[in-house]
């Protein structure tokens, strides 16, 4: 399975962007898919994830209320829509994909087996 991160830019304070993430394998039905994201010199870090059923999703503390994950109906891409943008939201944003992640880990990037690419988001103050 191969994912496919795109949508970022380079953006002033406070505007929006709307990150993808595409799968080769045609569609995400089964799998969690979360964004995780590193900024230069720092560990990677989790940002928001949904389960497997979908049922649930999750956000880190410091974009709740800003970012939403969403997909399409059939499940072929995910999207991340960032809004009120901040310079700390700068980092390289990663699409991640597993079929068998347990729900109490979707924070642990380790916990995934697919990763995309990335694509840079850089928030300018």
């Known amino acids: 399975v191969q994912l496919q991160a795109s949508g970022g830019g380079l953006v002033q304070a406070g505007a929006s962007l709307r990150l993808s993430c595409s799968t080769s394998?045609?569609?995400?039905?089964?799998?969690?898919v979360g964004w995780f994201r590193q900024a230069p010199g720092k560990e990677r870090e989790f940002v928001a994830a949904?389960?497997?059923?979908?049922?649930?999703?999750w956000y880190t503390d410091s974009v709740k209320g800003r970012f939403t994950m969403s997909s399409d109906s059939a499940k072929t891409t995910f999207y991340l829509q960032m809004n009120s943008l901040k310079p700390e939201d700068t980092a390289v944003y990663y699409c991640?994909?597993?079929?068998?992640?347990?729900?109490?880990?979707?924070?642990?990037?380790?916990?995934?087996?697919?990763w995309g690419q990335g694509t840079q988001v850089t928030v300018s103050s």
């Open positions: 991640a994909a597993d079929r068998s992640l347990l729900t109490p880990l979707h924070y642990d990037g380790a916990q995934y087996d697919y």
């Open positions: 949904v389960s497997r059923t979908a049922g649930a999703t």
């Open positions: 394998g045609g569609t995400f039905r089964g799998y969690a």
